[in-house]
C-alpha cells in the first residue's frame, strides 16, 4: 500500500514539474450532460414499450368494457324473460285460485244440511244391509259350527311335524272358507232375487 501511495505522489510531483495546465472538471455540468443523455437514450429504447402497452391497456379496456355491456344485456334479456315467466306463473295462478274459488262456491251452495241429510238417507240401505248381511254370516258361521272346525283345523296344523300334514290341514281350512263364502254368496243371489219382486 505504501508503495502505490508513494508511486502516486511521485506522478503528481512529475505533473506539476513539467507545467502541464492542470484540468479541474465540473461535475455537476458533466452529470446534467450525462443524465440528458442517458435520458434520451431511456426515452428512445422505452417509448416503444410503453406505447405497445399502452396500446394494450387500451385495447384491454375496451375489450373489458365491451364484455360488460354483454353482460349487462344478457342481464337484462334474463330480468325481463324471468319477469315474464313470474307473471305468467301469477296469471295461472289466479287462474286456479279462481277456479278453486268457483268450486267451493258451487259445492257450498250444493252442499246444505238438507244434502246431508238426503245423502244419509241414501247411505241408509247401504248400512242396513251390511249389518244384515254381517248378522246373517255371523249366524249361519254359528250354526254350522265354522268356529270351531277352524279352531280344529288351526290345531292341527301347529301340531303336525311334516310338511305334507301341514298343507292338508291348510288345505282344507281353505277349502271350508271357500265353501262358506259360496255359500253366502249363493244365499245373498237369492235374497236379491226374493227382494226384487217386492
Known sequence: MTD????????????RSRKVPYY??????????VLEHLNGEVQRAVRPLVDAMTASVQATGESVKQSVKDFEKRVSQVEAKRVEELAEDVKNADEWAERVISKVDRLSSVATWTAVGRFSIALLPLCVSIIIVGGLV???????????????????????????????????AVALVTLLCWLIWALLKWLDGEFRRW
Open 4 to 15: 502505490l501511495t508513494s508511486k502516486v505522489k511521485e506522478l503528481t510531483e512529475e505533473q
Open 24 to 33: 479541474r472538471l465540473d461535475t455537476s455540468k458533466v452529470t446534467k450532460q
Open 138 to 172: 255371523w249366524t249361519i258361521t254359528q250354526f254350522l259350527g265354522v268356529a270351531p272346525v277352524l279352531a280344529f283345523l288351526w290345531s292341527k296344523f301347529t301340531a303336525a311335524t311334516a310338511v305334507w300334514a301341514k298343507l292338508l290341514w291348510a288345505a282344507a
